[in-house]
């Protein structure tokens, strides 16, 4: 099969040696979906479930030679990014996404064991150049605060934050609820139509890279043709089943599980 027949979605993120998130991830929720799965590395990390040991970030000349490498030989259907980690790296990203592709922004800036993952001149960038070219962006609690410069406390709240975000440029914003105490687990949709809500169980453990996921599926189900708002209930529904079935750690948290209960969402 030839790269012009495949449906391919490229992930641009950090490699985690654990296997839980970054490109691991998003490469198991690709295949899991049905689409082939590209690769664009920026950073190295040493981490398993329970903390971020070290990261690394490549040279901004690394990630362009890769972007360009898979741009020249495949017919991409959808861009996710990742952890970045630099300036320079955001600024090569933006420059080298082609247009009229479907960009899914997950703005990664801290891990869940609190290792920075990008640094802290680079959030202007993040703001300026990357997010005003994603179609959609998909922050979590904290990092929807730092990028609408609210407090969050209610998914009333989360609504606001992701208007914020969309006027930073962004076509539409999902701004996922984990983070909040509840019994339920509400996600909020932003775009050009309004505010809609998506609400699952909340899961008594915490779980290894389940913001990836969400974010891969997304990019992945645009790949395959879904409009906007069907692609984010594809990818709810997709991530629910891959926490549900999450794997256990010896003494770490759980890690998402692709596929592991539902490779193909009813998107009806």
Not at 15 to 24: F, L, R, V, Y
Not at 49 to 57: A, F, L, N, P, Y
Not at 166 to 180: E, F, M, P, S
């Amino acid at each position: 099969m030839s790269g012009s027949q495949m449906i391919a979605a490229c992930s641009i993120a950090g490699s985690d040696s654990g296997g839980g998130a970054g490109i691991q991830a998003d490469l198991k929720t690709f295949t899991a979906i049905g689409v082939f799965g590209l690769t664009v590395i920026t950073a190295v990390t040493a981490q398993n479930t329970r903390e971020v040991r070290g990261s690394w970030t490549l040279p901004a000349e690394a990630v362009a030679a890769q972007l360009a490498a898979v741009r020249d030989d495949f017919a991409i259907g959808a861009f996710k990014t990742g952890m970045l980690g630099t300036a320079a790296i955001i600024r090569t990203v933006a420059e080298s996404l082609p247009a009229g592709v479907p960009v899914v922004v997950d703005p990664v800036m801290v891990s869940t064991s609190g290792h920075r993952l990008l640094a802290g001149d680079a959030v202007a960038d993040l703001v300026g150049l990357l997010i005003p070219r994603a179609e959609i962006v998909t922050p979590n609690i904290p990092e929807a605060e730092v990028l609408a410069g609210m407090r969050i406390a209610s998914p009333e709240d989360m609504a606001e934050a992701g208007r914020r975000i969309r006027d930073l440029g962004a076509g539409a914003v999902v701004v996922k609820g984990g983070h909040l105490a509840g019994e339920r687990a509400v996600d909020v949709l932003v775009d050009a139509a309004g505010v809609r809500q998506f609400s699952g169980r909340m899961y008594p453990y915490s779980v290894h890279g389940s913001g990836c996921c969400f974010a891969a599926a997304l990019a992945a189900y645009r790949a395959r043709g879904l409009g906007v708002r069907e692609a984010a209930a594809a990818a709810r529904a997709f991530v629910e089943a891959a926490i549900a079935s999450a794997a256990g750690a010896p003494g770490g948290s759980r890690i998402v599980n692709p596929g592991g209960t539902l490779l193909y969402p009813d998107t009806g």
